[in-house]
């Protein structure tokens, strides 16, 4: 059986491999989505730190460097891969692109993922950078739990794919992937412990908040610095992320539209 399973999974990585390097030759082509995806989540952060200064983030155990480093992953999430993605699949579909790649070998979760790879490398190589210009430049430091800040990337990354697909499903237009993609930019800006940390909000509130679908990925990132998360809350984010995970796959395979929206 060994040596049944590797073969049965060349053709299908070989396809994904093609795939996804034709779609990082469409992404370098398109200019506004490459600086959206690499300027805005390095430069956001630095906005939200006069909002950041009247906090009180020691006594919630957090630094300057943890909250903004936070912050910058997040909005890695949100742009580098969440709405570029957005533009992406709603793109390929009004081109026809997604329905001819249907008719060939590829299967529908390998067109979905192949399209989805060049934005989460992209989303993967830039976290590290702002991990590593954090802790050198703001101080943030070498993590306390490395595997929880691990954690809380991939399921970032994942379940930023996952919605973008799921937000392409309603999309006409690229251009109106512009307004559609922005009700999840802003609750998770606001509520998912973004620009705010959901521990310097009240209680009641940041319990709410912690349900939304990026906020168990951005506790987790801020867990792995601050190593304040009990093992019980490190499941508890685990399961609440891969819910969200779940159910927006569950849509996707259920309302994703393979061909122009007339």
Request: with cysteine.
């Amino acid at each position: 059986m060994s040596g049944v399973i590797p073969g049965a999974l060349t053709p299908s990585l070989r396809r994904l491999r093609a795939l996804a390097r034709a779609e990082f030759a469409l992404l370098g082509r398109n200019r506004g989505v490459v600086f959206t995806a690499l300027v805005v989540p390095l430069a956001l952060p630095f906005s939200v730190r006069p909002a950041l200064d009247q906090l009180d983030l020691e006594k919630q155990g957090l630094s300057m460097g943890t909250a903004m480093l936070t912050a910058a992953i997040g909005f890695s999430f949100l742009f580098a891969v969440y709405t570029s993605l957005v533009n992406a699949y709603v793109a390929r579909r009004e081109d026809l692109v997604l329905k001819r790649l249907r008719t060939g070998e590829l299967t529908d979760g390998e067109i979905l993922t192949g399209t989805a790879l060049p934005a989460l490398a992209l989303g993967l190589a830039q976290a590290l950078v702002l991990c590593a210009g954090c802790a050198v430049l703001l101080h943030a430091g070498a993590p306390k739990a490395p595997h929880l800040a691990l954690l809380g990337l991939l399921a970032g990354l994942v379940l930023s794919a996952a919605l973008a697909a799921l937000t392409a499903s309603f999309t006409r237009t690229v251009e109106s992937g512009q307004v559609t993609s922005l009700p999840l930019v802003f609750v998770s800006m606001i509520g998912s412990g973004i620009m705010f940390p959901t521990e310097a909000m009240p209680a009641r509130l940041a319990s709410v908040c912690e349900l939304l679908p990026l906020s168990a990925a951005i506790r987790l990132v801020r867990a792995g610095w601050t190593g304040r998360l009990s093992a019980y809350e490190a499941l508890g984010a685990l399961v609440t992320a891969l819910a969200w995970t779940v159910l927006a796959v569950f849509a996707v395979g259920r309302w994703f539209r393979w061909e122009p929206r007339r």
